[in-house]
């Protein structure tokens, strides 16, 4: 009987080079393609080759603003194989396919019983690096997963789902607590203005709830793919008034919530006429700082609620996973442009500079990968 000898580390980093490109983040507006050390890993740690890496607007934000110092290797929403597991790791083995949360918090601090995960000390550490400051570090070949990472914030790839799919984990994370605090009820109607990747999958997570979804957008090739997605009540905001259609389908009083899925604060006064007396708007991607115009007595009177979400949360780990790669949409409908990590730079720049028939923009250090790539 033949016993498999256990994989020893430099058996493993055998096929591990050196050196790998990454995108380095230098200063505002300025990226570009270098060679690094490829990340070594310690104790309770892996090393993950990496597939796919989602770019998302917060990517964009820190590169277009400089709130971050320089150099960093930013990309989050990463999936890949496991290269190599450092001592005392036993939840995973080089050759299993994997995405990997970049932060996690520890469960067990004040902030965390107190379900502020974001005031978590560990949570504020991110756990995931390609080099430098850890940022996350997808947009490279390699990335280093540090031990608490490893242990509650990494996640197995089924078979039958392909790299692209699981990289969308997070983002659906994001997407399913803004529904949650939005706590639509079956039967009411939901207006999601903007249909981009983010605005589609939270129309498809509010059909979940039992709403009825109605979207909006400017291009009306976004509106196709989100038709196709099942979200078939869309409205071309170039032809039509989404607030008048809306007010129609229920008799005159608007929508029971509205979600602004596109950045502009012109639009928040738009969405806030959309909903009822007593109805809410949930602001999902007004991320920078500034000054809105909206009608106070529409909160005061008309008692309508202005809500905000941001980030993931620990709580909907497993329920995300589960929508991810169970299938439950069609995410990879959701990608555009797929770039080999040499066109980073140019990947960045689209994704900064949307086009109507731009969406999901990743980053495929793996594209060219042998063999079970999926
Ligand atoms: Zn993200
Ligand atoms: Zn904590």
Redesign the pocket.
């Known amino acids: 009987m033949a016993v498999a000898r256990p994989i020893e580390l430099e058996d493993q980093q055998a096929s591990i080079p050196a050196t790998m490109q990454a995108a380095v983040y230098r200063g505002i507006n300025d990226v570009r393609l270098e060679t690094v050390p490829v990340p070594e890993i310690g104790r309770g740690e892996i090393l993950v080759r990496v597939h796919t890496c989602g770019i998302c607007g917060t990517d964009l934000k820190k590169i277009a603003t400089g709130s971050h110092s320089a150099p960093r290797i930013f990309g989050h929403e990463t999936s890949g194989m496991v290269a190599a597991a450092g001592e005392g790791v036993t939840k995973f083995q080089p050759g299993e396919r994997v995405m990997v949360f970049h932060h996690i918090?520890?469960?067990?601090?004040?902030?965390?019983?107190h379900k502020t995960?974001a005031q978590?000390?560990?949570?504020k550490k991110v756990g995931v690096t390609a080099g430098f400051e850890p940022s996350g570090g997808g947009f490279a070949e390699y990335v280093r997963v540090m031990d608490w990472i490893v242990e509650k914030g990494t996640v197995r790839i089924p078979d039958g789902v392909s790299y692209e799919q699981a990289c969308f984990v997070e983002p659906v994370n994001t997407c399913l607590k803004g529904i949650e605090n939005l706590a639509l009820r079956p039967g009411e109607t939901v207006l999601v203005i903007g249909q981009g990747p983010i605005g589609i999958i939270l129309g498809t997570l509010a059909k979940r709830t039992g709403a009825t979804v109605v979207t909006t957008d400017l291009y009306p090739q976004r509106l196709t793919i989100s038709r196709d997605l099942g979200l078939t009540t869309g409205i071309d905001a170039s032809r039509a008034d989404a607030g008048e259609v809306v007010r129609e389908m229920t008799e005159g009083r608007g929508a029971d919530a509205a979600i602004l899925a596109v950045g502009g604060n012109s639009l928040i006064r738009q969405a806030m006429d959309a909903v009822r007396p007593g109805g809410r708007v949930l602001l999902f991607a007004q991320t920078a700082r500034g000054e809105a115009t909206i009608d106070p007595a529409s909160i005061c009177v008309d008692e309508k609620t202005l809500l905000g979400s941001y980030s993931a949360s620990v709580e909907l780990q497993e329920q995300s996973v589960k929508f991810v790669m169970n299938l439950e949409m069609d995410l990879v409908r959701l990608i555009s442009h797929r770039y080999p990590l040499a066109g980073s730079v140019e990947a960045l720049d689209l994704a900064a500079h949307p086009q109507p028939d731009s969406m999901k923009i990743v980053i495929q250090p793996g594209s060219k990968w042998e063999g079970r790539s999926l």
Do not use: D, G, L, V
């Open positions: 918090p520890c469960k067990e601090c004040f902030y965390c019983h995960f978590c000390e560990t949570y």
